[in-house]
């Protein structure tokens, strides 16, 4: 299958501090990608939709400002947690659409951890 | 989205064949099944996807009742790898959203 690359697999920071979260598609060019979020011992819940070369779209109550998404390539997406919590801990999990419509490839998943 | 309903968990032996039923009894005609899963601190990993056909390739089989409302994947000689939580999705073909439920958790013992 499709690979995609998510780096890195894990980041402690500080508690005020920003994290950046990439994301790559290596193998084929991903218009879609999106972002996922999954605390401990629950389901992924999704966090919002990148489009490459427009604004990326949010679900309900997840903050716009606090969690920067850019989509600048085809093979690129990047989300950016800004002055980071501890509430913000998390598994987060990027994925990118293939060719055929609901097939997604996702990444290893960024383990952050605010202190 | 139609919603789907999973078992929460189950237990298959090592080398047989493993049956995750899903019902999805609201679907609608444009709606596809999808089957992913999730391995312990990894992310989720596609395994096979149908709308009324059946399908198979070199992880699974999927059966869907003529109906279409419940499914079965089926794992066909299932290993301790196999172990993982399961999640059936169903979705607009063209619809951007895929949204993940609660999943069964499966356990593969020797």
């Known amino acids: 299958g499709a690979v995609v690359s998510q780096h890195p697999s894990r980041v402690i920071c500080k508690s005020g501090t920003s994290v950046k979260i990439e994301c790559r598609s290596l193998?084929?060019?991903?218009?879609?990608m999106f972002w996922y979020r999954q605390f401990p011992k629950q389901s992924l819940m999704l966090m919002a939709t990148s489009n490459e070369g427009s604004k990326a779209t949010y679900e309900q109550g997840v903050e716009k400002d606090k969690f920067l998404i850019n989509h600048a390539s085809l093979t690129l997406s990047t989300l950016t947690v800004t002055s980071a919590h501890p509430e913000d801990s998390s598994f987060y999990i990027c994925?990118?659409?293939?060719?055929?419509?609901?097939?997604?490839?996702f990444g290893s998943g960024t383990q952050l951890s605010v202190l | 989205d139609a919603k789907t309903t999973q078992p929460t968990s189950m237990d298959c032996a090592e080398g047989r064949a493993a049956n995750l039923p899903c019902n999805h009894s609201t679907i609608s005609g444009n709606e596809y099944v999808y089957w992913y899963r999730q391995i312990h601190s990894q992310g989720p990993q596609y395994i096979i996807h149908?709308?009324?056909n059946n399908e198979t390739n070199e992880m699974a089989s999927l059966i869907i009742t003529e109906d279409r409302k419940s499914s079965t994947l089926i794992l066909p000689h299932a290993t301790l790898r196999d172990t993982a939580v399961y999640y059936c999705i169903v979705r607009v073909f063209n619809d951007y959203k895929l949204s993940f439920g609660a999943g069964t958790t499966v356990t593969v013992r020797a």
């Open positions: 193998d084929f060019q991903a218009t879609t």
């Open positions: 149908g709308l009324k």
């Open positions: 994925s990118a659409e293939w060719v055929v419509p609901g097939v997604l490839f």
